[in-house]
């Protein structure tokens, strides 16, 4: 088993065809078809299949493709901080997020970062809770930054706990509920939310029905940020937003608080990598950037919360 069949396989099932993984790997298309036969007959089963919407992998591919990318990407780590040894400045990081996170001084970082690898190639991706540590697990991405709920359990690899984020329920300013006082003025609202689990449903019931009144009928799951914002500024929804933002960012400023007991669960910000992995000189500086920015905004929120 080489690691060039294993490139052709990982590139082929990403692009759906053997042209396009001949681009990526700047290979002819029969050197990726011969890498890919190759492959399948030391392992001795079938490994690909066409279908009309193009190459995918069979159970047995799927299989194999999982230990695949770790293991290109391993080898690729190491290739890199070789070339770091020799002053090399070139490699690549893959940061993982959950949305929170982008606004919890990771462009701070970031800046700071480049400051110092300017040559390194990056790569953010935006993830739900539940697939950014299943890509730490097998590292498809070297770091990760998440925001989840304090009361959801510790996620595998975590590096430091960096700072809470408080919750407030808000609506569109000077919309239907922004004058609300009181639960009872919210019970014909739509709520919507992002949890994945029951979680945040269960909480927007329990507060109903502690307060004696009816749970709201309409309770809605959106999982795209961008329709949950549109959803937000454009109709008369109730949202749980973070202070931070609520306060820092220009979408926040287009929602009023309200004034409503109790508050959503307050946001954990993690700092995660894969358990017991070696990281590479560009993720380990990157981290040193978003602790000493962190630190910043920890601070900052302490004196938010005291009024200091």
Partial sequence: MKIQQLRALIETAETGSIHGASRRLHLTQPAVTR????LENECGVQLLE???????PTAEGMTLLQRARNIVRELERAEED?????GQREGRLVVGVTPLAGMAGLVEAFVEFRRHWPRVT???RELEFNQLTERLGNRTIDIALAAFPVNRGEAPGIV????????????RAHGKFSGAKDLADLQDAEWIHTDVTASYPAFVRGMFQNAGLAPPERITLCTSYSLYYALALNSDAVLSLNLLALTDTVVGRSFVEL??????PPLQLFLLSPPDAQLTKPAEY?????????ETRAERLRTAATGN
Avoid at 35 to 38: G, H, N
């Fill in 122 to 124: 990056v790569e953010f």
């Fill in 50 to 56: 066409r279908h009309p919407w193009g190459m995918a």
């Fill in 259 to 264: 004034p409503i007991e109790p508050p959503p």
């Fill in 82 to 86: 070789l070339g770091h040894l020799r």
């Fill in 286 to 294: 990157l981290i040193h950037c978003i602790l000493k920015i962190s």
């Fill in 160 to 171: 430091k706990a960096l700072f809470a984020f408080d919750s407030v329920l808000v609506t």
């Fill in 35 to 38: 890498a890919i036969r190759e």
